[in-house]
């Protein structure tokens, strides 16, 4: 995509610097080079467009379909490029994904997004739906402005992803129910040997370690199980009216009473959001735990809420090291860790379950970090209004 978007670029560049030779009376042999260079660069655009092993498409601000490659023909089920070309793409969709193409046009042309990359399906001229990763992007041509489109056939890995799921769900749900008899045997043991009295000081403190490292291996099933929901759009929303500032009083117990790290408040303490509770304490929980695994050395982590146009952002700020830039735009996709070398638990599914969660509320989710200085985790969520 980088290298037919430069092409692209370079092609009207080289449009430009023609019209300008010939205005200026430039020399005969000057304007003869650079028309051969510009024939040259719109020959290679065309080399890598024909002979692209994806379809490739050029369309127009409608998405009516400009020029497709063969690629494209045989992706659609179709013998020729007349079968495609002045059609519009939306045309060989199934109804239900019309969604996605609007959603795309309007990203781009609208909003003017410089890229933008979806999935979605389409349907082949003999019935077929197959699944497929949309890229596309906008260039300049003569005074329109024309988007260019690669195609992915996506079928069978998302049938793979679909079987890969279906056993983490499936081994998730298996180990959940031993994972909670063993956590409830090792509690009643510890009590038992503190009651005792006489169990060795190093012993009970081997217990401990065995419940904690329980905790965490159930904290690691319920984020598979959690996250198999999401990518199965089965995650359903509980929505009803509460005081932010009381979900904070009641969340994150087990760091206050560890007693190593406080907790401060801050902001309005009257604002009401119209949510899931129960899952936005999921997301604060995880946020506040983030920040006393990966910023241990930051005592104070401090819980901000304010109202903002879209409804009240909540935001959980940090003194720690801070995260590097280029780390940042990936802290939200799934199995994504800062450093894969780290010795911490997890397999980088807490953010992105965050993410999920507040994006299937309509809301928003960030973070803002500076090295030396900490990191702001922050997220918002709809308002209570009159309507709610």
Partial sequence: METVASLLLENQSLKHEIISLKSSGAFAQVEKDEQQTYQDTQDRFRTVFENSRLGNKIISPSLQILQVNMAMVHLLGCETKAEILGKKIIDFS??????????????????????????????????????????????????????????????????????????????????????????????????????????????????????????????????????????????????????????????????????KYKLTFSGDHELEAYADEQKIDQVLVNLVNNAVKYAPNSYEIT????????????????????IPA?????????????????????IGLGLYICSEIIRRHGGEIGVESELGVGTTFWFTIPQVSVNN
Avoid at 303 to 322: C, F, H, L, Q, Y
Wanted: hydrophobic share 35%; aromatic share 6%.
């Fill in 326 to 346: 280029d780390s940042l735009p990936k802290l939200f996709d799934r199995y994504y860790r800062v450093n894969q070398s780290d010795k911490q638990s997890g």
């Fill in 94 to 259: 199934p109804a239900d994904f019309h969604k996605d193409w609007q959603f795309l046009q309007e990203k781009l042309w609208q909003h003017t997004s410089p890229s933008f990359s979806l999935e979605t399906c389409l349907r082949r001229k003999d019935g077929l739906t197959v699944w497929c990763q949309v890229t596309s992007i906008l260039f300049p041509d003569h005074d329109q402005t024309l988007g260019y489109t690669i195609i992915e056939d996506i079928t069978e890995k998302r049938e793979l992803r679909a079987q890969r799921e279906q056993f983490i769900s499936v081994a998730s749900h298996e180990l959940k129910t031993p994972i909670t008899s063993l956590r409830a045997t090792i509690q009643l043991i510890n009590r038992m040997m503190i009651d005792d009295g006489h169990v060795p000081d190093k012993i009970i403190k081997l217990a401990q370690n065995i419940e904690r490292y329980s905790l965490k291996l159930n904290h690691l099933v319920c984020d598979l199980l959690h996250s198999t929901v999401i990518e199965n759009g089965q995650l359903n929303l509980n929505k009803n009216r509460f005081k932010v500032s009381d979900l904070i009083d009641g969340c994150c117990g087990h760091i206050r009473l560890e007693g």
């Fill in 303 to 322: 819980i901000a809420v304010n109202e903002v146009a879209d409804g009240v952002k909540v935001s959980v700020t940090d003194t720690g090291e801070g």
